[in-house]
């Protein structure tokens, strides 16, 4: 296990970047994957949601449902952050996330993702067969397969014979804003145009929620909070990566931020959800450097 270094220099953040990143919560739309999901927190929004999204699997209610989830099992690892992590009345497990642009490989992305809800969710000695089925949603600004449809769903299937299904209980959905292609319920169809447009003129009594949801959510100061604390740290990794100038120096500077940052919010008084929500940092890692906090 690689042991993280001594701070080398602290975090500077100029109190310009602070105002910047007020100003632009005050302007966020539900395309933002910050505002997505502090609204989809709400049950009711989130399982409505799901329901358009899946209308054949009838969510009667959602039982649980995490903002910006960590997932990480080991040190070494790349942890994820899911944007909504939600499990309905069945068990289901559900990802949903929100993408504005397609400079990564979404589709590995969504069977990494899918992989480490699974290993979150199979518990040591449990059987094959107690596998929640699990769903990976990206909700798409683009179209990340250029075919014009609102709606991609992959599931496993054999080659030789598109009629045997694997049956894994695996799912990977792709929506598309700017899609004109597909049989889609009007229901889904009005809540693309609003993510895609950012406001409604419709009756649809869900989008009129959501825009209210939002526009509380703007008005939010412990989350105005969070939001600013979020931008700046990550300014602070690239303009603090930037002055090392090398791969190596990059992720030293990560890291060593990244234990000055975790310092900072525990002397604070930061409890440890808010730490890992901020940081992204799995709760063993937050163990460690708590545990080298304390010998301070």
Not at 3 to 27: D, G, M, Q
Not at 88 to 98: A, L, P, T
Not at 220 to 249: A, C, D, P, Q, V
Request: glycine share 6%; aromatic share 10%; hydrophobic share 30%.
């Amino acid at each position: 296990m690689t042991k993280l270094k001594s701070v080398k220099f602290p975090i500077r953040v100029k109190s310009s970047s602070y105002n910047e990143a007020a100003a632009e919560y005050a302007n966020l739309t539900l395309k933002n994957d910050f505002m997505f999901s502090r609204v989809m927190q709400d049950r009711s929004l989130c399982r409505e949601l799901l329901n358009r999204i899946f209308p054949e699997l009838h969510i009667r209610n959602i039982r649980s449902v995490t903002p910006q989830k960590s997932l990480k099992h080991y040190f070494q690892n790349k942890g994820v952050r899911l944007d909504i992590y939600a499990i309905d009345q069945k068990g289901r497990r559900y990802d949903i996330e929100m993408q504005l642009s397609s400079g990564s490989n979404l589709p590995r992305r969504t069977r990494y993702y899918s992989s480490m809800m699974d290993a979150n969710d199979l518990l040591k000695g449990k059987n094959y067969d107690t596998l929640s089925d699990s769903y990976v949603v990206f909700i798409c600004t683009f179209d990340p397969f250029d075919k014009g449809r609102f709606k991609y769903v992959f599931r496993n299937i054999c080659e030789s014979d598109s009629e045997i299904q694997l049956d894994d209980g695996s799912v990977k959905v792709f929506l598309n804003t700017k899609g004109t292609l597909g049989d889609i319920s009007p229901e889904l169809k009005a809540f693309l145009d609003y993510v895609e447009n950012s406001q409604t003129d419709s009756d649809d009594p869900y989008l009129k929620r959501l825009q209210a949801a939002v526009t509380e959510a703007r008005k939010n100061e412990t989350w105005r909070g969070e939001y600013m604390t979020y931008k700046n740290i990550k300014r602070s990794w690239f303009l603090e990566g930037r002055e090392k100038g090398r791969e190596e120096g990059i992720e030293t500077g990560r890291k060593d931020l990244m234990k000055e940052t975790v310092f900072r919010m525990l002397s604070n008084g930061r409890d440890d959800e808010t730490i890992i929500s901020d940081t992204g940092l799995s709760p063993r890692e937050l163990e460690i450097l708590k545990a080298e906090y304390q010998k301070q």
